[in-house]
């Protein structure tokens, strides 16, 4: 049997893990990871064991792109990004790495090199080169769109149809509650500075954006509070966003990793519409499923996190939009989320941190958002 033996391991922008790296030193023998938390009363998880054993186990059997093709059988694996980008038999990529910060220099490689680029929120850092990405996608007659997976959940599709078939008449106001559990939030935050809004929230922000449409939003006001990681982070747990729409609608969004470490599925939501003849309501918990057995009681076995593999299909949406982009290359019609639309959710979601900033509302449209 081969043994490894580490004396030290170094980890950098993965999982909890940011931009500073953390060192670990082992010594020779067993060595026990351990987390301690500055207050006793305080439960959670999220101190950083689980990414310390992640990345050991990443290490040594990570990158082994021999298992990884055999299980797969792709054309081409590579742990290099530019060999995919120089490759002229690639004709589009899906951008998802983290953190999400480092993505953006990759979609304007892929764009130069007339690859079609799908990349996960956000577009891109700033205004100014959300522009300059639109603009190059322009000129080389390329798809970019972004990864804003509620608009492919037939829950939200249908939610959406109703909306402007105007079965509940004209909407009066929209309430979106989705928070995640703790240990999920210290990785997030772990790994990206972004507020709750720019980081979880956009994905709402884009949908009820897109459901609303023609109307369009005139003024954002925000608060956030961090009174559960302020022992261990300067960033905030939860957020709540009002936006005022041009027609007078309000829509109140609160996004945050605030739930409890055993919260089923790490997530849960709500949506709720009310409209002048009537309501439309999503339940997001991930509760439709019960399995109850003598050994182990109720449990919710549907996962909320997208992509994961349940028998013979996926979970969520992000199969659905994937399939989307596909489509609208091979058959050469427009991306349902285009970037223009990517735009206005980076302007809400910029007005919202302007807004905890100044603590005042911040009108729009305005042109200083960088």
């Not at 950083?48 to 797969?72: P, V």
């Not at 090199?113 to 577009?123: C, D, I, N």
């Not at 995640?180 to 990206?192: F, P, Q, V, Y």
């Not at 919202?352 to 042109?367: F, K, Q, T, W, Y």
Request: glycine content about 6%.
């Amino acid at each position: 049997m081969k043994q490894i033996f580490f004396e030290e391991v170094s980890i950098q922008n993965f999982l909890s893990v940011g931009n500073d790296p953390v060192k670990v030193q082992f010594n020779c023998g067993f060595n026990i990871i351990t987390g301690s938390n500055k207050d006793k009363e305080d439960r959670r998880n999220g101190v950083g064991k689980s990414t310390i054993a992640d990345s050991i186990n990443f290490a040594i059997f990570g990158s082994t792109l021999r298992e990884l093709k055999k299980e797969l059988k792709p054309d081409v694996i590579t742990d290099n990004w530019k060999d995919l980008v120089d490759n002229k038999d690639v004709d589009a990529v899906v951008i998802s790495m983290t953190p999400e910060t480092k993505r953006f220099p990759l979609v304007m490689e892929c764009l130069e090199k007339g690859k079609h680029v799908f990349v996960e929120k956000p577009l891109a850092p700033t205004i100014q080169e959300a522009d300059e990405a639109l603009q190059l996608a322009k000129k080389n007659n390329l798809k970019l769109t972004i990864g804003y997976s509620r608009r492919f959940d037939p829950r939200y599709a249908y939610m959406n149809k109703a909306l402007k078939g105007g079965l509940i008449g004209e909407p009066v106001t929209c309430l979106i509650s989705r928070h995640s559990t703790r240990e999920l939030g210290m990785k997030i935050t772990g790994r990206s500075n972004l507020s709750p809004a720019s980081i979880a929230g956009v994905h709402d922000f884009d949908y009820i954006l897109w459901a609303m449409q023609p109307r369009m939003p005139v003024r954002v006001y925000s608060q956030t509070s961090g009174k559960l990681f302020s022992k261990d982070s300067d960033n905030p747990d939860h957020q709540w966003c009002m936006i005022t729409m041009d027609d007078g609608t309000t829509i109140t969004i609160g996004i945050g990793w605030i739930l409890p470490p055993h919260t089923p599925n790490y997530v849960q939501a709500f949506i709720e519409i009310v409209g002048t003849e009537g309501t439309l309501t999503i339940d997001d918990s991930h509760k439709d499923i019960q399995l109850s057995t003598i050994k182990d009681g109720i449990q919710y076995p549907m996962s909320s996190m997208p992509g994961e593999q349940i028998d013979h299909v996926f979970a969520g949406s992000m199969h659905e939009e994937v399939n989307h982009f596909i489509s609208a290359i091979v058959f050469d019609h427009p991306v349902m989320i285009s970037g223009e639309e990517a735009k206005l959710v980076m302007q809400v979601a910029q007005a919202a941190d302007m807004s905890v900033e100044l603590g005042e509302p911040i009108s729009l449209p305005r042109n200083d958002f960088i």
